[in-house]
């Protein structure tokens, strides 16, 4: 793990806590925090003493989403440089879709999927931003804790992709407000996000750390096989009502939208929002 993407603590009896620590940078993802943040659940699920993880950030902000500063080819380089195979998905510098497939499937879906399916319980805590990106490494965990200046945003349809990776929109808002929250690319407070159900509690920013722990210690004196069945058996009845099969197939529609702005634009994106690409070229990719 690299210590400046992420920190790993034990700040209670059966707690660990990964923390997101790139606050210069307001948290952006990039492979290597991805795989940092991976290694850390790694260990924590490991460790026989550990019951709860909670995963929180430093900084004003719980994270800005994915890290757009870099260049598809040094995601895709990264991603073979640095992959610890989390999925059964290789090749991932070949060109065109191929390799840009691979790579987000393996960083992004994939690395998803893992966490979501963890076998003890996970506690979110965010506090600030959580853009795109940043609602992923949210949504996987089993229980959100916001603080009240939390704003929560998938802005990527202004940019010309149908979602981010995960589409986990209509299982975390309703049918309705997911569509909302995609077409408006609105910044939705804490207290609406706890109203639709996809945050469990709201608490002032002062408090998050503390209530996220008391939180856990309380869920660390369960014990440690009935927590790991009853998270299994929520995450089996979203599967049984579609939810992997959902996911799977949005990521799809989410490369068709890249392959659409490669060829219109040269880039993942609609860059016609992004002022740094605006006077760069079309070209087919």
């Known amino acids: 793990m690299t210590e400046a993407n992420i920190r790993y603590e034990s700040p209670a009896e059966g707690v660990a806590r990964i923390t997101l620590a790139r606050p210069d940078k307001h948290n952006a993802i990039n492979p290597q925090m991805i795989y940092d943040v991976n290694a850390a659940f790694d260990r924590a699920v490991r460790d026989e003493s550990v019951k709860v993880i909670i995963l929180g950030a430093d900084g004003r902000n719980f994270s800005a989403g994915h890290d757009i500063a870099d260049t598809v080819a040094d995601f895709q380089a990264a991603t073979k440089a640095n992959s610890p195979g989390v999925s059964s998905w290789s090749d991932f510098t070949e060109e065109y879709t191929h390799g840009w497939y691979a790579a987000e499937k393996e960083t992004y879906l994939e690395s998803a999927r893992r966490w979501r399916n963890l076998s003890k319980p996970t506690i979110c805590t965010v506090q600030g931003k959580c853009i795109a990106?940043?609602?992923?490494?949210?949504?996987?965990?089993?229980?959100?804790?916001?603080?009240?200046?939390?704003?929560?945003?998938?802005?990527?349809?202004?940019?010309?992709?149908?979602?981010?990776?995960?589409?986990?929109?209509?299982?975390?808002?309703?049918?309705?407000?997911?569509?909302?929250f995609l077409f408006t690319s609105d910044m939705w407070n804490a207290e609406e996000a706890h109203r639709l159900g996809m945050v469990n509690h709201v608490v002032e920013r002062d408090d998050l750390d503390e209530f996220a722990l008391n939180m856990a210690i309380k869920i660390a004196g369960k014990p440690a096989f009935a927590l790991k069945l009853a998270k299994e058996a929520v995450n089996k009845t979203l599967d049984i009502q579609g939810q992997a099969n959902a996911i799977d197939q949005a990521f799809s529609l989410h490369h068709l939208c890249h392959n659409q702005n490669f060829r219109e634009f040269g880039y993942g994106m609609d860059t016609s929002n992004l002022p740094k690409f605006a006077s760069a070229p079309k070209k087919d990719g």
């Open 133 to 180: 990106g940043a609602l992923i490494f949210a949504w996987v965990c089993d229980i959100i804790i916001a603080a009240k200046d939390a704003q929560f945003s998938d802005p990527v349809v202004t940019f010309g992709v149908s979602g981010v990776e995960w589409l986990g929109h209509p299982w975390e808002l309703g049918a309705r407000k997911a569509k909302e």
